[in-house]
């Protein structure tokens, strides 16, 4: 399915042939994207373009040469799309089906994505700065035949674009409707991630965070009401299964995942939530999944104390992560703890209480643990503190802990600076929905920028300076949504934080430099070079001037296949280079090949904020790490820090799937391939070697014990003695 627009024009009679030829040149010399051209009669034709400003705008200078009668958009189906070869992104509908090689596909990929991005962000700034007009006056216009339910819907360029608000007052407020949207993107990377999507076909999505709202954008689907075979179209009042065949695929990839099977409210056996919709084109006859954002179960809502108080429509955005639910002992109902979940509701319910007691009681206690002595490593390698705090992010995310229980993490972590760190990223973000809170309140009839930037730059004064307004703020506002984003589920014995003395102990240069990178501010250079470093600069009561912001920009968060396709043509290009040089390389060439392994390692860093607990992602980002250590010679990271990192991925990747022992092995090798660069520090390098030896034989062990073997499993346990052998004759050296 591709967009395109139309304009219809009248000639005159005298530049017809002018005309043509000005449109032959477009198209033939300038390689502009027009589809066709009809003759609707004699004086009369019909441009088809692809969706370009440029296009409309010379189009339109050129109105004393012909007249335009009529201007609109259509939707053309184009043939089959599909993904040759053994990929990730099989059947997700995104390349053409002819002869491709796998980077040909990812290159395709890439750029089909950061063109929908691209498109997204340009329209939905348009549509998000006229929030406020009356319909009339808006550029583009909510369409009425889309629906009522969930809010205004605008259609522009073969994208659906929805606010993510609380229209009608089922999240208890805009913050948590803009998390719902952000289940509906982590669901669906969830599902495009699983091995049973075989037939299934999935959107390209992306959220857009700007001025104080949350826009949800998604690419067209060829579906209506008239096309469901699975789940519901209205809320889970009517709920279907009719088709075997989606229901064999839906019941795999809930199985993948650990979710239970239930009746719907009508009495129909489903696996996933009763509002999910799950279509069959009649255009394609393919499989379109929608509305997975509720895939997930709800938290159990336990009532203890007012730390514990059941939330508004907590079953709508108070989830569990992925991670934790597919390593849970027991399958869990997505309608449970809902009015979607009445058939054996007790049971389902119970289920969900058991886990949640499990997640708050033992669980984040032994994450906490695991996190102070991840705080103890970087400290020892003298971490960057933004680095370290991601890190503590992605461990969390690991082990299927959520975000909003980083204040039960803080109770339980015995680290005085582990806590500092969590203290400055719970008030970052406290602050960062709090500015977009403000911006949204703003209303004007005309596009205006200097308020918002005004707004913006008075609360960061507010919350970072040194004044009386700002010790009220943070012991009044800030202490009270911090409270009710990050400090439930505590435990009645802890005492409420005083926020006076927070303010005092955390650094306010981390602090801003943790709110620039979770928001669209965009400072001049000289501020940040000011504000990051010196602490002094938040002694006066106003440390920012407004001429400081340059701009607000959107965050966009997107699917991690757009930096993933682009990081495997990048690392393609390098693994190119590295085998046509075999070792005999100029400088020039080393220098391409670092500067290509850097960007892929970033692109791939990238994919991996979004998909945290998918271990093939940690994987490719600890083997492109290993590649740099080798490769780089640019100076950037030295090879130790670099393949610490790689070391940490492949861990990670263990912890997400321990029946995957061929990590071990690669593990057991960068570790052996660390202590090479160690040679001046003899302790240090045995101490390496022999965890390199420890992985080694724990992979031969347990690849013994595995009743399921791969097809290289021979090569692999030979590798594997003759890297036992090598270190064991390295250790022998040191006595």
């Known amino acids: 399915m591709i967009h395109l627009q139309y304009l219809r024009v009248i000639l005159f009679p005298k530049v017809q042939r002018k005309m043509i030829v000005i449109i032959g040149t477009l198209v033939f010399k300038h390689k502009w994207n027009i589809f066709g051209i009809v003759t609707e009669k004699r004086n009369v034709l019909v441009i088809f373009f692809v969706p370009s400003k440029k296009i409309i705008q010379i189009f339109f200078a050129i109105g004393l040469t012909l007249i335009v009668v009529g201007y609109d958009e259509i939707d053309v189906l184009f043939p089959h799309y599909e993904l040759e ?148 179209s209205d809320g889970g009042k009517n709920v279907v299964a009719k088709n075997d065949r989606v229901n064999t695929i839906m019941k795999d990839i809930a199985n993948e995942i650990n979710i239970k099977g239930h009746r719907a409210p009508n009495g129909t056996f489903i696996h996933f939530p009763s509002d999910i919709e799950v279509h069959q084109s009649m255009n394609d006859a393919r499989y379109y999944i929608i509305d997975y954002s509720r895939i997930f179960p709800p938290v159990y809502p336990l009532r203890n104390g007012d730390n514990h108080m059941i939330i508004k429509g907590g079953h709508l955005y108070r989830l569990f992560r992925p991670e934790f639910v597919r390593n849970w002992n027991t399958a869990l109902s997505s309608d449970a703890c809902c009015r ?82 969590i203290k400055v990223e719970i008030i970052a973000r406290s602050i960062k929905n709090m500015i977009s809170i403000e911006l949204s309140k703003i209303k004007y009839g005309i596009p205006l920028e200097e308020p918002y930037r005004k707004v913006t730059v008075d609360f960061l004064n507010t919350a970072l300076g040194k004044s009386h307004t700002s010790y009220l703020l943070w012991n009044t506002k800030l202490k009270e949504n911090v409270l009710k984003w990050f400090w439930h589920s505590i435990p009645d014995d802890i005492e409420e934080p005083d926020f006076g003395a927070w303010k005092e102990e955390i650094d306010p240069c981390l602090l801003f430099r943790r709110v620039i990178s979770l928001t669209g501010l965009v400072f001049t250079s000289r501020t940040l070079e000011e504000l990051f470093v010196d602490r002094s600069s938040f002694l006066k009561e106003y440390p920012i001037e407004i001429s400081d912001l340059v701009s607000i920009e959107p965050k966009v968060k997107h699917l991690h296949i757009v930096s993933k396709a682009e990081g495997m043509v990048l690392y393609g290009k390098a693994k190119t280079l590295i085998n046509q040089t075999k070792g005999d390389t100029l400088d020039a060439t080393q220098r391409e090949i670092s500067r290509l392994l850097h960007l892929a390692s970033i692109k791939f860093s990238e994919a991996l904020e979004f998909e945290p607990g998918n271990f093939k992602s940690q994987i490719l980002v600890a083997d492109v790490l290993v590649e740099r250590s080798l490769q780089d010679i640019s100076n950037r990271d030295s090879p130790e820090e670099v393949l610490i990192k790689a070391c940490k991925k492949y861990k990670n990747a263990y912890n997400l799937r321990p029946d995957k022992h061929g990590i071990l092995l690669k593990l057991g090798k960068a570790l052996r391939l660390l202590s090479s660069h160690y040679t001046h520090n003899p302790f240090k390098s045995e101490e390496i070697l022999r965890r390199a030896l420890e992985e080694l034989n724990s992979f031969k062990v347990k690849s013994h014990r595995s009743n399921i073997k791969p097809k290289d499993f021979r090569e692999k346990e030979q590798e594997s003695d003759a890297l036992i052998a090598d270190i064991n004759l390295q250790l022998k050296d040191y006595y």
């Open 85 to 232: 070869g053994d990929s990730p992104f099989k059947n997700n509908c995104i390349t053409p089906k002819r002869e491709l090689s796998v980077m040909r596909a990812y290159s395709e990929i890439s750029s089909l994505g950061k063109d929908f991005i691209s498109t997204a962000k340009t329209y939905g700034k348009v549509i998000i700065s006229e929030k406020h007009y009356p319909p009339h006056k808006k550029t583009i216009k909510p369409r009425k035949d889309l629906g009522r339910a969930g809010g205004e819907k605008y259609f522009v360029a073969g994208i659906l674009f929805k606010f993510s608000v609380d229209t009608h007052g089922l999240y208890n407020g805009d913050i948590y409707a803009s998390k719902a949207a952000g289940h509906d993107l982590k669901s669906l990377i969830t599902l495009m991630e699983c091995e049973n999507v075989d037939r299934l076909c999935f959107p390209l999505m992306a959220l857009i965070d700007y001025k104080g709202f949350r826009l949800e954008c998604m690419s067209y689907l060829p579906i209506s009401n008239d096309t469901l075979l699975y789940g519901s």
């Open 340 to 421: 979607m979940g009445k058939h054996r509701r007790p049971v389902h319910d119970l289920e969900i209480k058991e886990a949640t007691e499990y997640y708050l009681h033992e669980l984040i206690p032994t994450v906490a643990a695991e996190i102070d002595d991840l705080l103890h490593i970087s400290m020892m390698q003298n971490s960057d503190e933004i680095e370290i705090i991601q890190d503590m992010k992605e461990r969390l995310h690991i082990n299927g802990v959520n975000i909003r229980y980083m204040g039960l993490v803080h109770c339980y972590s015995l680290d005085t600076y582990c806590k500092t760190l």
